[in-house]
């Protein structure tokens, strides 16, 4: 995406946020039951993954997105994250990365080159290496063995926006498959096509959860975003990426007919923001 174009969705989604919001008080977000594995949502591509032995996993955490009215609290309320999984540079995925990295030590798990190029943006040096960088096709262990994240290709952009005229190379696009041990396996897609090697995805692992982009004119719209489900047979998908800017037209009602269409025993969870739910 062209840097003016990223510089005018800031504005964008700047002028979204209502003042009086910041005030508001955010509710108790539920607690975490021990042995279970909690997913939230903050709006947009961000997630929270909460691991059955208590790890904090934030996925795409632009948590002050225009959806999320609690942004700002969400954002002082977070004390702990492991890991921050990042799936390109585009800024309404990196979000609060760097705030949230500086002060919970959060490691970052991207393609080597996109985590280059996110310290290169401010991201702590000391908090993404080798442990936590890879590429497609690999598949890392960490935080004890608990959890397994594997690289999948995108199809997508990834230009690191670190500045007005510094606009940094991020690698490839990607997603994630995050496998958690006594718990289920998520695949969030990141923004891309639909493109049909993603049916590989489950030929590894199956899939219990897939976090599937839906908005449009970026990304899969709901129609290609149905055909992608038919691909990769989740036992649940969860839309996201929708609705956050006008532009993203994609709606839930319009999924939801569309994965009617293919057919399939794929359920569809409508998630709340901040509404977490146990997997
Ligand atoms: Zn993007």
Redesign the pocket.
């Known amino acids: 995406?062209h840097a003016r174009t990223l510089a005018l969705l800031s504005a964008l989604s700047l002028s979204f946020i209502p003042a009086a919001h910041a005030a508001e008080p955010t509710k108790e977000v539920a607690a975490h039951v021990a042995g279970k594995t909690q997913l939230n949502w903050y709006g947009h591509a961000a997630f929270k993954l909460v691991t059955p032995n208590g790890k904090v996993l934030l996925i795409d955490p632009w948590l002050q997105n225009p959806s999320n009215k609690n942004g700002a609290d969400d954002v002082a309320k977070l004390e702990k994250a492991d890991l921050i999984l990042i799936t390109?540079g585009?800024f309404?995925?990196v979000g609060n990365a760097v705030e949230i990295a500086k002060k919970t030590g959060a490691k970052l798990v991207a393609t080597f080159d996109l985590g280059n190029a996110l310290v290169g943006a401010g991201y702590p040096k000391d908090q993404f290496g080798f442990d936590t960088g890879g590429n497609f096709g690999g598949e890392l262990t960490l935080l004890d063995g608990e959890v397994k994240v594997a690289f999948i290709p995108a199809v997508?952009?990834s230009t690191v926006a670190a500045g007005d005229n510094d606009v940094r190379q991020g690698g490839s696009?990607g997603g994630f498959l995050i496998t958690i041990k006594n718990g289920p396996a998520i695949f969030h897609t990141g923004?891309t096509d639909l493109f049909s090697d993603m049916a590989l995805v489950a030929k590894f692992h199956k899939v219990d959860v897939m976090l599937a982009c839906i908005g449009d004119h970026?990304t899969m719209g709901p129609a290609r975003a149905a055909a992608a489900v038919a691909l990769v047979k989740p036992s649940l998908v969860v839309p996201m990426h929708f609705g956050t800017f006008p532009v993203l037209t994609g709606t839930v009602d319009a999924f939801t007919k569309e994965l009617k269409k293919v057919g399939g025993a794929t359920k569809l969870k409508e998630l709340k923001i901040d509404e977490p739910i146990e997997l």
Do not use: E, K, L, T
């Open positions: 995406m390109h585009h309404d995925h997508h952009g696009p923004d970026f």
